[in-house]
């Protein structure tokens, strides 16, 4: 596609599962069924794109206040996932890795989760980045209990806590920040998601529901932020 601009990392969030589900008349654990397919889908059409960073919420550290019931059932979706999508990820390069604290989880989801990573580890065409149990204060928090730990130990002097210091101690600590943020189902807020990750991000939020949200939603995504004009805070000169 001519002139269209490929952000490095792309984040999504992925939402509008249960309301894609009820408006077909189906049970809300079809739609994270076809959601997970759609997530298999549009992580091959990035890679294809040349993106080489994609980063998904697919469970909050807020979800916790859902019904059990559901809670048990997302908790399903990574053994269901990876069980069913992992050897064609490796095929097709793909390197899963998690942002969150995958230890609170099921231990059969964090098996799994553990082998998707050991599978996946030589991959090196895209990186699907995972946030599962993951929010950005819980992180933000992480981040300075593990700095004041340093400190503690006289492993680093305040002084020298910059902003590499916050950064590397994020979980997300080699990826790149995010420069396109999408957000499917209409809702236009962040819901605690990469606050640090995406402070210069552009943000694009679209009415269709994650299981509709196709490549062709995608490509419209991208020619709208192939038209944005990131300054940095700085003059365009
Ligand atoms: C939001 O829809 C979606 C989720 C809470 C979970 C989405 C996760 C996936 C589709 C992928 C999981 C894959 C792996 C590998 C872990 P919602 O339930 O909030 O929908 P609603 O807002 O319409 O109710």
Redesign the pocket.
């Known amino acids: 596609m001519e002139n269209m601009k490929v952000p490095n990392h792309i984040a999504i969030i992925?939402?509008?599962?249960?309301?894609?589900a009820?408006a077909k008349g189906m049970p809300?654990g079809y739609?994270?069924i076809k959601?997970?397919a759609?997530?298999e889908q549009i992580c091959y059409d990035i890679k294809d794109l040349g993106v080489k960073y994609l980063t998904?919420y697919?469970?909050s550290t807020e979800?916790w206040k859902r019904d059990k019931e559901e809670v048990d059932y997302?908790f399903t979706?990574?053994i269901i996932?990876?069980d069913k999508y992992i050897d064609s990820m490796v095929n097709k390069g793909i390197k899963v890795i998690f942002s969150g604290d995958i230890s609170k989880l099921p231990n059969k989801t964090m098996l799994a989760c553990d082998r998707a990573l050991l599978k996946t580890k030589n991959c090196n065409k895209c990186i699907l980045n995972?946030c599962?149990n993951y929010g950005s204060h819980d992180e933000i928090v992480r981040a300075c209990k593990l700095i004041a730990n340093e400190v503690e130990h006289k492993q680093i002097s305040i002084n020298d806590i910059n902003e590499k210091t916050i950064q590397d101690h994020l979980y997300s600590k080699d990826l790149p920040n995010i420069d396109f943020l999408i957000r499917t189902?209409n809702?236009k807020r962040l819901s605690n998601f990469m606050l640090w990750q995406a402070s210069y991000a552009e943000l694009y939020f679209t009415k269709t529901?994650?299981p509709a949200f196709t490549k062709r939603c995608l490509i419209k995504a991208l020619k709208d932020y192939s038209k944005r004009d990131r300054r940095f805070g700085g003059v365009k000169k």
């Open positions: 992925l939402d509008g599962n249960g309301r894609w009820k809300r739609g994270h959601g997970c759609n997530l998904v697919a469970f979800n997302l979706l990574p996932y990876f995972i599962l189902s809702e529901l994650w």
